[in-house]
T-cell receptor, first 121, second 113 residues
Framework: SAVISQKPSRDICQRGTSLTIQCQVD?????MFWYRQQPGQSLTLIAT?????????ESGFVIDKFPISRPNLTFSTLTVSNMSPEDSSIYLC??????????????????FGPGTRLTVL | AQSVTQLGSHVSVSEGALVLLRCNYS??????LFWYVQYPNQGLQLLLK??????LVKGINGFEAEFKKSETSFHLTKPSAHMSDAAEYFC???????????FGKGTRLSVIA
């Protein structure tokens, strides 16, 4: 299975500032996604990070607030801009590997990074 | 568009009892269905998946799930609960290999000694 690391693992930030979260994968992956998990809630897709082009955002999320980069097939960043306490969440990077590996194989598996726990004061 | 409904935000069972976590899906095409587990302060771990092969899917830690198309369900079961099973469980659906997962709201499983 793909090994995914995220930096930072957690941070406490002041409102109005921005934080960039990095996601690094140990192998080339076809698709990368960013999710948000608000306290006590499920995971909500923010956007699909497209390599070499602009990210595709879900309804309710905009590029100005959550700019995303994906310069190659193993790395992506998510920036949370002009933060407010409502942005306090866990942000997770997720990937679908090329060729498919993991539990019984298959190209449909999606793996998740450990998450970045963000607290905005 | 696909969606997932998990019935019961919190399920409590006694140690050794049957675990049943319910998941119903909505999809306009044959779905890919997944169960993930999240232990406190940890990331997501894939328990099992259904991708149109066998309808009864076995996963890790003794869990299994059965795909029932007629009921649009993919309920997760384990014959005998263990204290270590206490966690948050998420059902998720995808309609193809290229689309991201859509998650249910999650079910918190408590195991009572």
């Amino acid at each position: 299975s793909a090994v995914i690391s995220q930096k930072p693992s957690r941070d406490i930030c002041q409102r109005g500032t921005s934080l960039t979260i990095q996601c690094q994968v140990d192998s080339q992956v076809t698709m990368m996604f960013w999710y948000r998990q608000q306290p006590g809630q499920s995971l909500t897709l923010i956007a699909t990070a497209n390599q070499g082009s602009e990210a595709t955002y879900e309804s309710g999320f905009v590029i100005d607030k959550f700019p995303i980069s994906r310069p190659n097939l193993t790395f992506s960043t998510l920036t949370v801009s002009n933060m407010s306490p409502e942005d306090s969440s866990i942000y997770l990077c997720s990937v679908k590997p090329r060729g498919g590996m993991g539990l019984a194989g298959g190209q449909n598996e999606q793996f998740f990074g450990p998450g970045t726990r963000l607290t905005v004061l | 568009a696909q969606s997932v409904t998990q019935l019961g935000s919190h399920v409590s069972v006694s140690e050794g009892a049957l675990v049943l976590l319910r998941c119903n899906y909505s999809s306009s095409v044959p779905p890919y269905l997944f169960w993930y587990v999240q232990y406190p302060n940890q990331g997501l771990q894939l328990l099992l998946k259904y991708t149109s092969a066998a309808t009864l899917v076995k996963g890790i830690n003794g869990f299994e799930a059965e795909f029932k198309k007629s009921e649009t369900s993919f309920h997760l079961t384990k014959p005998s609960a263990h204290m270590s099973d206490a966690a948050e469980y998420f059902c998720a659906v995808s309609d193809s290999g290229n689309t991201p997962l859509v998650f249910g709201k999650g079910t918190r499983l408590s195991v009572i000694a």
